[in-house]
């Protein structure tokens, strides 16, 4: 009864998790076209990739109480799709990042820096509410992405400051490759964490 009672706190915090992954990507997604902030975009980008994850944690936990081995399964497949959606959204934004370098489009500072605080914001949120599940692989993995999350969402708010400051609208595209390659790595970690993983399967006591 007690891992029931743990299940479905886990179960509500995620789901609310979920709710503000969602949140916090329609506001920077509209906040990115609004503002012609990229960084904001590949933020929002970013945080739909966590959706990914929130549901994939979601998925585990309702199959979790049946069976452990497709526990780790799930996860295993869920680690290495958002890999693979990070690594395909970083792409995109470094391309559109050298589509820019040309153009001399105008970044509105005061939605970017709006969005990039309230998302920031909904990333602590999320960090604190993980802290309360259990320790295991979903919510490490959670986690990550909340923090992930919550330090692009800084790196976002920094350079709309920037941005307001000095009126040089390029440094949305300087600050659109920084994040790109970082987006690869931590795809790439993912991926490879996941891979690392499958080699070793438990053995069973009969």
Not at 85 to 110: K, Q
């Amino acid at each position: 009864e007690v891992v029931a009672l743990k299940i479905r706190n886990d179960l509500y915090r995620f789901w609310i998790v979920l709710a503000i992954t969602v949140a916090v990507f329609t506001m920077e997604l509209i906040g990115g076209i609004h503002s012609g902030s990229l960084s904001l975009l590949s933020d929002a980008v970013h945080v739909l990739s966590d959706v990914g994850a929130s549901l994939c944690a979601l998925a585990v936990i309702y199959i979790a109480h049946r069976n452990m081995e497709k526990e780790e399964g799930v996860l295993k497949i869920g680690g290495i799709i958002q890999g693979v959606m990070l690594i395909l959204s970083a792409a995109w934004i470094f391309y559109e990042a050298m589509e820019r370098l040309n153009d001399n489009s105008v970044v509105f500072s005061s939605p970017m820096i709006a969005c990039a605080m309230i998302g920031a914001l909904g990333n602590w949120m999320q960090h604190r509410i993980i802290l309360g599940a259990r320790e295991n692989a979903v919510s490490r993995g959670l986690n990550w992405h909340a923090l992930s999350d919550f330090w692009q969402s800084i790196a976002v708010l920094a350079t709309g400051v920037a941005i307001y400051i000095t009126n040089k609208s390029k440094l949305d595209v300087y600050a659109s490759f920084a994040i790109s390659p970082v987006m690869m790595i931590g795809g790439y970690m993912i991926i490879s964490g996941n891979l690392k993983n499958s080699g070793h399967h438990s053995h069973h006591h009969h």
